[in-house]
Nanobody
Framework: QVQLVESGGGLVQAGGSLRLSCAAS????????MGWFRQAPGKEREFVAA??????????PYADSVKGRFTISRGGAENTVDLQMNSLKPEDTAVYYC????????????????????WGQGTQVTVSS
């Protein structure tokens, strides 16, 4: 059974930075899609960013709302992913969820929740104005 464990959430002032990390355990993926979604109070869960990786290629799509401010990358350990969030805004306040699947994704499927098989419990990010 694959488990995803998120860390790094917290409270920060607008303009500040936070770094989220997600570690997958229980299985080693040779190719995968790992990403972040977020859900603000009263809103639907939305795609933030993902990293799609196999041995010969990788891609890192982002939601338009975070482009230029957030950076997703492979973590130092196998099957980990980090999300560096800079220039945070109050509208970034949400519960952030890590998601993963074995195998790559293409096109618009990368942003679809249903494409991911495994989910973390979520970590709260609060940006004060």
């Amino acid at each position: 059974q694959v488990q995803l464990v998120e860390s790094g959430g917290g409270l920060v002032q607008a303009g500040g930075s936070l770094r989220l990390s997600c570690a997958a355990s229980g299985r080693t993926f040779s190719e995968y899609a790992m990403g972040w979604f977020r859900q603000a109070p009263g809103k639907e869960r939305e795609f933030v960013a993902a990293i799609v990786w196999n041995s010969w290629s990788s891609s890192t799509p982002y939601a338009d709302s975070v482009k230029g401010r957030f950076t997703i990358s492979r973590g130092g350990a196998e099957n980990t992913v980090d999300l560096q969030m800079n220039s945070l805004k109050p509208e970034d306040t949400a519960v952030y969820y890590c998601a993963a699947r074995e195998g790559v994704l293409y096109g618009s499927r990368i942003q679809k929740q249903a494409a991911y098989d495994f989910w973390g419990q979520g970590t709260q990010v609060t940006v004060s104005s």
